[in-house]
């Protein structure tokens, strides 16, 4: 699954994948500029994020045009098709499912008009938590979902259900009903809006260009095209971004709870998050690791790409000499050709290879982001002794995933998660290691130099910010059988009584858009 920052995904095994990368979204506002061009530099930046799928929308001021297809972003567009997309706004989308099976309907933006012949676009990162509540509240208003089995298509449908509502009205109608991670741009023919959720799971920037306005998930996209960091979008807030500058509201009151996983292994090494250098803060957890778990060895090796800085931290912190020792295929993607059985480990070899002259006669320190199923590290474990090391010592410079995630990562089931199920010897002796170190929770929080209390860390500890649904309300596929659901009368209520309020009336915090000619103070904090 090729990145877009040089990383290939770490499945060796692509029939049980590790932890799968989210979305990417990305929008732009800029009279006289190439926007379809820009669009797909910024989605370039962005692949790593999500590789199912890529689109972008664009409005010329009298339509919007929506071109999207499966696949990695320099596969989906080209140069003619570039060149048909002609406007002054762009919104663009590069797709993993966490919702919705991978196809064409599910693919990004989505697109919707109302009965005012408004139309709408919109290009979603993270995962709703109440998509059931709200698709069969949806189905008894007599909405129709046109097919589409997505959190997102769901979302713009409700957008474009108040046509007496202008589309931000209908936004501060709707954000405040939706519950789960959400980092939303989105658009009618001629505003660019943009929304992230109250906690702020997922990144949100906004950046400024000579002649208009970008909004990214990450500021390495901004970097890409040109354009200078602002600031973050708040958790709560809609900007909105016209001819007549840039204005924002709150829909509701900030809760910060930002992924942790972005800093290990989510977001591109050269992108800030919250202040913080991804790069910078991964140096640091390898640092952590190796005052936390030292040992006696000859060489510190990367799973290469997403562990290199964390090896690099890792050998400055021990002393220990630092060194390639396994070489990554930059050109094998997604494996569609199975092998066989009997060719499985030319399948791994064709990913990764060791360099034996390099581990030979060697004490290894292999250094990864994160163990999920295991498969990646007892593969490399097993190649390394194969290829004369003398020992093999893992580190892993995330603790130990044992929990899933609701909020727009798709990791394996809590049943698959090898954590789940053994201790930390029992892992090791599983993965066929010498010795194995995660670095601590407290360490790693520690690296991205945020408080505790403003990261979600619910994929290591449990503790999920955002209440979940009781029952099997929530998953990637929960609205392919939604309509079954609501011809038997299902109840989607969840525990705890999280949506007892009346998402029609309860709007904590929502004020009106108020303009700011010229962008004014919108810049700067709401």
Same mark, same amino acid.
């Given at each position: ?29 800029? !009279?006289? =500029?190439?926007? +379809? ?15 199912? +799928? ?35 706004? +762009? ?71 108040? !046509? ?11 954000? !405040? ?29 906004? @950046? ?23 600031? =973050? ?9 016209? =001819? ?15 992924? $942790? ?30 005052? =936390? ?93 194969? +290829? ?19 909020? @727009? ?63 099997? $309300? ?36 929502? $004020? !009106? ?14």
């Amino acid at each position: 699954m090729p990145r877009g920052d040089g990383r290939l995904t770490q499945d060796l095994d692509p029939q049980k994948p590790g932890p799968q990368d989210e979305c990417g979204v990305f929008g732009v506002w800029a !009279p006289g =500029e190439e926007i +379809a061009k820009l669009t797909y530099f910024g989605l370039y930046a962005l692949q790593h994020r999500g590789q199912e +799928a890529a689109g972008m929308a664009v409005s010329d001021g009298s339509g919007i045009v929506v071109y999207k297809d499966l696949g990695l972003v320099a596969q989906v567009f080209d140069e003619p098709t570039l060149a048909s997309l002609r406007g002054h706004l +762009a919104i663009g989308h590069t797709r993993y499912s966490t919702t919705g099976g991978s196809t064409w309907e599910n693919a990004q933006p989505t697109i919707r008009s109302n009965a005012a012949g408004t139309t709408i676009a919109l290009a979603h990162n993270g995962n709703l938590v109440n998509t059931a509540r709200l698709a069969v509240e949806a189905a008894q208003r007599g909405l129709d979902s046109d097919g589409s089995t997505t959190d997102t298509a769901l979302m713009t449908m409700l957008l474009a259900s108040r !046509p007496d509502l202008s589309v931000e009205a209908a936004a501060l109608e709707v954000l !405040p009903t939706l519950r789960g991670a959400f980092s939303l741009v989105f658009m009618d023919d001629n505003t660019l809006y943009a929304a992230r959720d109250p906690y702020g799971v997922r990144p949100l920037v906004l @950046g400024r260009m000579e002649r208009g306005w970008v909004v990214a998930s990450e500021t390495s996209a901004l970097d890409i095209v040109g354009a200078s960091v602002v600031r =973050e979008i708040e958790p709560g807030e809609l900007i909105a971004i016209d =001819e007549h500058g840039l204005r924002s509201a709150r829909f509701a009151a900030p809760e910060p709870k930002g992924c $942790l996983f972005e800093y290990v292994y989510i977001a591109r090494p050269d992108t800030t998050i919250a202040g913080r250098n991804v790069y910078s803060a991964r140096v640091a957890i390898g640092r952590q690791l190796a005052k =936390e778990h030292p040992v006696e060895a000859d060489l510190v090796i990367p799973v290469p790409e997403s562990g290199t800085p964390a090896a690099i931290g890792y050998a400055e912190g021990s002393g220990i000499t630092y060194g390639a020792g396994l070489m990554k295929n930059p050109y094998v993607g997604r494996t569609f050709i199975q092998p066989s059985q009997t060719l499985r480990q030319l399948g791994i070899r064709l990913k990764l290879n060791p360099l034996r002259d390099n581990v030979r006669g060697k004490r290894v320190v292999v250094v990864d982001d994160s163990i999920v199923r295991g498969n990646t590290q007892r593969a490399i474990v097993r190649m390394l002794r194969e +290829a004369g090391a003398l020992e093999v010592h893992v580190r892993i410079s995330s603790p130990p995933v044992n929990w899933p995630c609701f909020y @727009g990562i798709d990791f394996a089931t809590r049943a698959e998660l090898l954590a789940n199920g053994l201790d930390n010897e029992g892992i090791r002796r599983s993965i066929g290691a010498d010795t194995l170190g995660y670095v601590s929770l407290t360490g790693l929080i520690a690296a991205t130099e945020q408080p505790k209390t403003r990261l979600c860390r619910a994929c290591f500890d449990g503790e999920y910010p955002i209440e979940l649904p009781a029952g099997n $309300l929530i998953g990637k596929h929960v609205l392919e059988g939604v309509g079954r659901r609501v011809a038997g009368d299902a109840d989607p209520q969840p525990a705890g009584g999280a949506y007892d309020e009346d998402p029609g009336t309860d709007r904590p915090g929502t $004020l !009106p858009l108020v303009a700011v000619p010229g962008g004014g103070e919108a810049p700067h904090r709401p």
